[in-house]
């Protein structure tokens, strides 16, 4: 199991934002595998030694964010899974261009920055 990166972090720090409860989560997610599928990547989550009860979260959790890379001319949109309370995953995909998997260099452009 691998640790979160930075842009990982960063999104979930934005989906506890809308879900608070979920803040506790956080240091107890893993990354299990990022798996590269055609335009994107599925980046799965497991919880080590997490403890506390599970809410009755079910969401699929975005925002109107554009996730700008390097080499990525139309950037790099995603979604979260939370199931059972649970964070699942993460998946991130582009507007049908290739990319690495690589988060390198990446900036969080908000729809009112635009």
């Known amino acids: 199991m691998e640790e979160l990166s930075e842009l990982e972090t960063v ?5 506890t934002t809308k879900y608070p409860s979920l803040k506790s989560h956080i240091p107890f997610i893993k990354v299990a595998k990022r798996e590269k ?3 994107g990547m599925i980046v799965h989550f497991e919880y080590v030694n997490f403890k506390e009860p599970l809410e009755e979260i079910n ?4 925002t109107e964010e554009n996730i700008e890379l390097k080499n990525l001319r139309n ?3 995603y979604l979260i899974d939370v199931t059972d309370g649970e964070i699942k995953y993460i998946d991130f995909f582009t507007s049908g ?3 690495n ?3 390198v260099d990446f900036k969080i452009i908000k ?3 635009e």
């Open 97 to 99: 261009e290739e990319w």
């Open 37 to 39: 599928v055609g335009v």
């Open 59 to 62: 969401a699929l959790f975005s």
């Open 11 to 15: 999104l979930l720090d934005g989906l």
């Open 111 to 113: 729809e009112e920055d």
């Open 101 to 103: 998997g690589k988060f």
């Open 75 to 77: 950037g790099l949109s």
